[in-house]
């Protein structure tokens, strides 16, 4: 397993866990255990009582009082963990969105601008679509894979008799979307999704392979319910 695999699993199973565990010491859960008791009390009364009886608007206050009380409580672990676990996500976003841009592994690439030319590689270090060189035309819009057959790597843009030249310095390496401007238009370079693993079956929606978000996504919901249980058998929460 990769070590940035590897780093998203962590994260998320610390994310649950901690998750749970705020849960547990943050809350009253004596209090939890008594409200709940007694809205199991009113709700039974309520059942019993007509909606034209003057006692049901009383007891549906009270249901609705005890209910809100519950869920106040319920929310202050929120309200400790948001930001923290917001950076976290914000941070793993960051370094995991993309996988690293690597030679001969082919990513895309797209044209911003109109321009007529021709747009090839200096010392044919890059492929497009597995041919050397793109036309553009001035009405068109081009979005291309291209793949690198070393790390440094010098384009060119011929319009007539002119050429003009961007060097992709740091492109090789990068797990972020680059952009490099040549004559008038612009060259942005968008790595592939960073996957962590990919499964024998697929999910709806997600199909057979997990980036870092449904990995850290189901790592941290399994972990959170996984803990809670022993939290429950163990009757440490409500």
Not at 24 to 40: G, P, Q
Not at 168 to 185: E, M, Q, R
Request: aromatic fraction near 14%.
């Amino acid at each position: 397993m990769e070590l940035e695999s590897l780093i998203i699993i962590i994260v998320a199973i610390l994310v649950g866990v901690s998750g749970q565990i705020a849960y547990l010491f943050i809350i009253d859960h004596e209090m939890m255990k008594v409200t709940k008791a007694k809205m199991k009390e009113l709700q039974a009364q309520l059942k019993q009582v007509k909606p034209d009886d003057p006692r049901f608007k009383e007891l549906y206050k009270q249901v609705m009082a005890e209910n809100s009380k519950m869920m106040k409580e319920s929310f202050k672990p929120t309200f400790v963990t948001f930001i923290p676990f917001l950076i976290v996500f914000f941070l793993m976003s960051y370094f995991f969105n993309y996988a690293p841009v690597a030679v001969g592994v082919p990513i895309q690439m797209a044209v911003i601008g109109h321009v007529n030319g021709t747009l090839f590689s200096a010392g044919n270090c890059a492929t497009f679509n597995k041919a050397d060189n793109i036309t553009l035309l001035s009405s068109s819009s081009i979005t291309s894979q291209v793949s690198f057959s070393n790390a440094k790597c010098t384009m060119l843009l011929k319009q007539g008799t002119a050429t003009y030249n961007t060097s992709l310095s740091g492109l090789i390496g990068a797990a972020s979307i680059k952009t490099y401007p040549i004559d008038n238009i612009s060259l942005k370079f968008t790595p592939n999704t960073y996957i962590v693993t990919s499964m024998p079956f697929s999910i709806p929606f997600i199909g057979n392979k997990l980036n870092w978000f449904w990995t850290y996504f189901i790592v941290t919901f399994l972990s959170s319910i996984a803990l809670n249980r022993v939290f429950a058998h163990y009757k440490l929460i409500s």
